[in-house]
């Protein structure tokens, strides 16, 4: 059974930076792209960016670029996400996904920006 | 960007009853669209791709149908489980973007 837990999320001040973390089971990591989907608190969904199966090339929503990174350890199933210079607009709940389509999400975690 | 205009915001229907929520791309989005449920405090749950293609484990009682610039999600003889909040996604471009959203009440 597929799984994605994602951890890290926590309350950060604004222009402050976070890494997010989301660790994959019951599939082989290594042969799937994966991304990052965040929720704002008034429920909109947002693409924030893809990397693909050895983290050799990666692509990002207009809005995220420059200030967040995606990356992965394939040794560890882990995906992450670096968040740099972090506003207000970023408040929301962080998904990593898989597969085309976003078939499988994680439970989401929360990240609070705010002085 | 593309623009995904999803209607109505919310809407209310009884038990048995069938509903339609819409979305509306700026541009042809070619059959590239799905469909998700999302239930209080869950991540969201594919239910339709490519239009009209049920994912596996949902219920017939939900299909997809659209083409070009227009797509609709219907919901046959509701049940207390369906209600939730709806969206729609186009990855016919980069990036990939969301509809705003349908909330779905039971009466």
């Known amino acids: 059974e597929v799984q994605l837990v994602e951890s890290g999320g926590s309350l950060v001040q604004p222009g402050g930076s976070l890494k997010l973390s989301c660790v994959a089971s019951?599939?082989?990591?290594?042969?799937?792209?994966m991304d990052w989907v965040r929720q704002t608190p008034g429920k909109s969904l947002e693409w924030i960016g893809e990397i693909n199966t050895d983290g050799s090339k990666t692509n990002y929503a207009p809005s995220i670029k420059d200030r967040f990174t995606i990356s992965r350890d394939n040794a560890k199933s882990t995906l992450y996400l670096q968040m740099s210079n972090v506003k207000s607009d970023d408040t929301a709940i962080y998904y990593c996904?898989?597969?085309?389509?976003?078939?499988?999400w994680g439970q989401g975690t929360l990240v609070t920006v705010s002085s | 960007d593309i623009q995904m205009t999803q209607s109505p915001a919310s809407l209310s229907a009884s038990l048995g009853e069938t509903v339609s929520i819409e979305c509306l791309a700026s541009?042809?989005?070619?059959?590239?669209l799905a469909w998700y449920q999302q239930k209080p405090g869950k991540s969201p749950q594919l239910l339709i791709y490519?239009?009209?293609s049920l994912q596996d484990g949902v219920p017939s009682r939900f299909s997809g149908s659209g083409s070009g610039t227009q797509y609709s999600l219907k919901i046959n003889s509701l049940e207390s489980e369906d209600a939730a909040t709806y969206f729609c996604l186009q990855d016919s471009e980069y990036p990939p973007t969301f509809g705003g959203g349908t909330k779905l009440e039971l009466k």
């Open positions: 490519y239009a009209s």
């Open positions: 541009e042809d989005i070619y059959n590239n």
């Open positions: 019951g599939y082989t990591f290594s042969n799937y792209w």
């Open positions: 996904t898989l597969l085309r389509w976003f078939a499988y």
